[in-house]
């Protein structure tokens, strides 16, 4: 009997239990999440805290784990929006094969080509609409260790990363391809005849990685909040690293000519030095909640 009571009890006042449940729940989400933001991890040098997970293998694949979790949510996130994609991939087809006069203008000469021009395009879309997300759970694995001033700035930094690499794949688009299109479909007075496969081929991939490439300041942050690098090591270093861009732009560029390349050399350079700025700003982040700390204890 008392069995029966209580269950009847529990069915009347679910609806109570389930409305006082809502009502706690902004204040229990932004309770954990001031926590996640706020609280101060061990202060080790990373190295050491690498070789502590290295040795104990417990520690090891507890973190692989993590890991694995995270990539997975960030795989089933693409996975959503390529789906996504196919919505308007066709007319962002057309939209990318205007600098060499249309669709039309494409010849394909496979049976299977188009389809994989398609798929190509998707994807691109898809990566950069996840983009964020993705971001989000790359800083989810590595917050913990973060600094509380530094795991502020990396979430803030979750929406630049996608605006970094939609000015890159902008810059690639409107500046880079206009220049060496020209150039590159008639080179040597030979007129070149554009196949779906190697054109889009060629587009999406020079947009992706100078889209990449712009991602270079936030990298450089985030590898100065955890300890990494160090902004003094990049401002002594700067000759050799505008010498890695030079071979990096070479690698990049559609085309040999020197104009092309100085094309990404330049906004690679001068995101260079805003990423030292940026090191520095991270750096002294750090070097502050490490200096509270101490003094706390």
Do not use: C
């Amino acid at each position: 009997m008392h069995k029966f009571f209580h269950t009847l009890w529990l069915i009347i006042s679910a609806p109570f239990r389930i409305i006082v449940w809502l009502v706690k729940l902004p204040f229990r989400t932004y309770k954990k999440l001031h926590h996640f933001l706020t609280y101060v991890p061990e202060d080790r040098p990373v190295v050491d805290a690498l070789a502590t997970a290295i040795t104990s293998k417990d520690g090891l694949f507890a973190q692989i784990d993590i890991l694995r979790k995270h990539l997975f949510r960030a795989l089933i996130a693409l996975v959503i929006t390529v789906s996504l994609s196919f919505l308007f991939t066709e007319r962002l087809i057309d939209y990318l094969a205007q600098p060499v006069g249309g669709i039309e203008v494409l010849k394909a000469i496979e049976v299977t080509e188009s389809i994989g021009v398609f798929m190509r395009v998707a994807l691109m879309a898809g990566v950069a609409i996840a983009l964020p997300y993705i971001a989000f759970e790359l800083w989810l694995f590595v917050a913990p260790g973060l600094m509380p001033r530094s795991r502020k700035f990396g979430l803030i930094g979750i929406p630049l990363a996608t605006i970094l690499f939609l000015a890159g794949a902008a810059f690639a688009y409107f500046v880079m391809l206009p220049a060496a299109l020209p150039f590159l479909l008639n080179f040597m007075g030979i007129r070149a005849e554009l196949r779906p496969n190697s054109y889009f081929s060629f587009i999406t991939g020079v947009m992706f990685w100078i889209g990449v490439a712009f991602e270079f300041p936030l990298v450089i942050y985030v590898l100065t909040a955890v300890g990494f690098v160090k902004p003094d090591v990049l401002k002594q270093q700067w000759r050799l690293a505008i010498v890695l861009i030079a071979v990096l732009a070479a690698a990049i560029t559609p085309t040999v000519d020197p104009v092309n390349m100085a094309l990404v050399m330049l906004p690679m350079s001068l995101l260079y030095f805003i990423s030292i700025g940026l090191s520095y700003v991270a750096y002294a982040g750090r070097e502050k909640s490490s200096e509270a700390t101490s003094a706390q204890v």
